[in-house]
């Protein structure tokens, strides 16, 4: 891929096979999807052919004790448990497979398809490749790690990088090289995939992020967290509150606030370890019945979906690096910074010279998951990723 390609997809259909509900709630993205059914097998690929087989594949659950995780300030259970698709011919041959890792969304566990079911179908059918998929829920007490290393909520990034990664590679016939592994994501989780993308080109070569979290010059400002000042008068005096209860209570009041997303994302990309009980800063404050805002700790914060200039300064070789980039989002997504962050680090991907693909449709955050996983990002990775 030697030049930006930009691929709009207007699509205007219902999701038979996908129930998922946008159940927002203010101040958090749309929670847990629910499981949805197979969907019809799929057109045949002109360039692929069914596997001879009639088997079905696997999905199964297994549990990581994570080192990385293990120095948490908020009680987080260090025992993490994965989800791991095997396609249909793994327990009859002896090859090796490309994996893809899929990121979840804030509070969800999962990436919006029946499985097996869904994969068995698209595999049957030969429009993908057989494949094995590890789905890496990054939910917490609060909601959401942002696969990011937190002093306070742990090192999610090493964790999914270093020991979720060398787990599949340990324990599965993978084939353990970076050409042959994609990672992939919704939401919170697309910004995760993005930005362990950029970080760990070694470790993985292609990403395909769905409605990621992705801030433009405003998109901070913009977002549920800050966009009024009545909700950021009335987070400071939860806090307040907060402040005034016993001392052995403060903690579990920080984690049950109602707006458990800006929560999370504070201890994620403003932690502060010396800051008990909130463990972040954050950057408003009152003084004489006024807002004042700390602009040192706002760059903290507009730096975690945001800052995008300089990552893509900071990393463009690593950017060069991956075999594919693609981001998908939804022109009516309930979350407006969401599209226009989308486009704004597209803008500044093409200003930086580096290859990508937008795929845009008329869905909104939640609705259309299942779909683009199915018909766009599934069969992105089986084109690029390397097999035996």
Known sequence: MNTKRKKIVVVTWMVSFVLCLSCCRAGSLPGPTPKPTSPPIPTLSPTLQPPVTTSTGSFS??????AALAKNLIGEKTERPINVYLPPTYDTSTKRYPVV????????????????????????????????????????????SFYVNSP?????????????VGYIDSHYRTIAQAGSRGISGHSMGGFGALNIAMLHPDVFRAVYGL?????????LANSQMFLSEYYIGLFLDEQKAILAKPQDQQLDSVLTLRDNFTVAYGLAFAPDPQNPPFYFDYPYSKSSGKLVRDDNIWKRWDGGFGGIPQKIAQYKENFLRLKGITVDYGTNDEFAWIPQGCIYFDTQLTAAGVPHEMAVH?????????????????????????GE
Request: net charge negative; hydrophobic share 40%; aromatic share 8%.
């Open 211 to 219: 409605s990621p979290g992705l801030f433009d010059e405003k998109g």
């Open 101 to 144: 890792y899929f990121l979840p969304g804030f509070e969800d566990t999962t990436m919006g398809i029946s499985l097996p079911g869904s994969m068995d179908a698209l595999i049957q059918a030969g429009t993908i490749r057989e494949i094995i998929i590890v789905v890496v829920p990054g939910n917490n007490k609060i909601g959401g």
């Open 362 to 386: 008329n869905g909104n955050h939640q609705s259309s998951l299942g779909k683009r996983v199915l018909e766009h990002m599934l069969p992105f990775f089986s084109e690029l990723l390397v």
């Open 152 to 164: 306070v909520t742990g090192n999610w990034e090493d964790f999914v990088v270093q020991e979720v």
């Open 61 to 66: 659950t297994v549990k990581i004790d994570s």
